[in-house]
């Protein structure tokens, strides 16, 4: 099965719809952030955050950009 996920303004909130693929493929990129090391050179050097968009081909067509972002401190 392809991995499908669409985010959608839900009156003042977010909802987001996926198929189980498109969902556990949320899930995976939400656990590999939070085990992303929290400080030092290695933090430094990676990715802490995880961007999805339509013209990334990531998202369904209609779909809202979504950033997901690391922030070890908040």
């Known amino acids: 099965m392809a ?3 669409l985010f ?3 009156g003042d909130g ?3 719809i996926g ?3 498109g969902l556990v493929g949320l899930a995976l990129v939400c656990l590999q952030l ?3 090391p929290e400080e030092g050179d290695e933090a430094k050097k ?3 955050h995880y961007h999805f968009e339509p013209d990334m081909n990531n998202t369904e ?3 809202l950009r979504m950033t997901i972002l690391f922030k ?3």
């Open 3 to 5: 991995e499908k996920i």
């Open 61 to 63: 067509e209609g779909s």
């Open 8 to 10: 959608v303004r839900d």
């Open 72 to 74: 070890p401190h908040l």
């Open 34 to 36: 939070a085990t992303l």
């Open 19 to 21: 198929n189980r693929d």
């Open 46 to 48: 990676l990715g802490n």
């Open 14 to 16: 977010l909802e987001i």
